[in-house]
């Protein structure tokens, strides 16, 4: 016991000693998850709150026309510049000033309103409901419309998406009302007798889960932001970590421990005991910032009441987990041009594989299967459960223990490779 104490203080004055590497471990992750966090909420309120200016060129001057742009100025999404000439709102776009624009085609609405005039009547005409001394209608070719939209180049994909569905979802009421219209008008001779009820029969409801009285726990930015780059910083301390582990192979520390009936066990010991102090401040430094420092800034306060315990027991476990990959690459590194690179490359990799840059689920395939395999991704998998999906001790309990198995395998590959490599 006393000489896992001694090499624990080695190991405390070693960090202590270097004031860089604090600075690295403790004030870079506190700037990343305030930045990133900014970044990510301002284009949330961006995309939910401010209005993006698009163009509409109006070629059909008909009801049609109308009630698309009534449909776009309440959507409280889109600013509507109404342009005369396609052309020079397809040169703006394509330029970049503009995000989007629309195209209604000549005529939509009076071909509109005969393509479904034919269909109704024609639909009539074989269940006999027709005026049987009336010709039968005639099919006219009805040439289709095209609403032409027109995006600029650097538009996400996602903003595409969106767009569109929203576009074809006015168009589908558009013309399901055009239906109605015409059926009413075909077999009610007062115009203004309600025979069909437009609206949606179908809605759609979010269900939110709820916490302690029925509050609904509704995610945040913040809620998503501060576990996922937490686990980054706790992770990164690989770095500092094996190029310590390094600087003492040079400077022949590792020899004169090796004199001394210390086994190496012991002094990894140590280390894990001072870099999980660390993984922990870091842990309580994220909570701070987000509790306190983040309404200042006019960002959600990061709610973690009732959820303290169980956050800890994440980070421990999480921290283990970074320490082992740390201590492996410190055994196995010979210098720091190796462990420094190596470890700093190899955490940005682990992050990209565990989700907590882009989200596993719109991974391909193969990358879904991959992130199975990073830590980063056990560790964010149970602080989600954890934050967003108000689990229990129980439900986290695969995620710790795979995490813990993790920094046992990477121990024990650490001693039995130093003991083959020293081996006399």
Known sequence: MHK????????????????GGIAILFIMPLVLIVTITLIQDSTFKTVNESKIPILLVDNDKGTISETILKGLQESNSFEVILKEKETIAKELVFKGDYQLAIVIPENLSS????????????????????????????KVEIPKKEVNLYFDPATQLTFKSSVKNG???????????????????????????????????????????????????????????????????????IVPLSINMVKEKSQGTFVRLRTNPVSYATVL?????????????????????????????????????GRLGLLFIVTIFSGLAAIGLGLLLGTVANTQEQSAPFGATFVVILAAMGGVWVPVFVMPKTMQVLSNFSPMNWGLNAYYDVFLRNSSFIEIVPEITTLFLFFIATTVISIIYNEKKNAV
Not at 4 to 19: G, H, P, Q, V
Not at 111 to 121: A, F, G, R, S
Not at 193 to 217: Q, S, Y
Request: glycine share 4%; net charge negative.
């Open 167 to 237: 576009i074809d979802k006015m168009i589908s009421k558009i013309e399901t009302q055009s239906i109605y219209k015409a059926f009413q008008e075909q077999i009610s001779d007062d115009e203004a007798a309600v025979v069909f009820d437009t609206d949606n029969f179908i809605t759609f409801k979010e269900i939110m889960p709820k916490g302690d009285g029925d509050k609904e726990l509704i995610p945040n930015s913040v809620q998503h932001n501060v576990p996922a780059w937490t686990l980054f910083a706790i992770f990164f301390i």
């Open 111 to 138: 071909d509109l309103n005969k393509k479904v005039t034919q269909n109704v009547e024609r639909i009539l005409a074989e269940f006999g409901l027709e005026d049987e001394s009336s010709d039968a209608p005639k």
């Open 269 to 305: 010991g140590g280390k894990t005991i001072v870099y999980l102090m660390v993984c922990v401040i870091q842990f309580v430094l994220m909570l701070l910032i987000g509790v306190y420092l983040f309404p200042y800034l006019g960002l959600p306060v990061l709610d973690i009441s």
């Open 4 to 19: 896992l104490l001694a090499s624990t203080y080695k190991e405390f004055l070693l960090l202590t000693r270097d004031i």
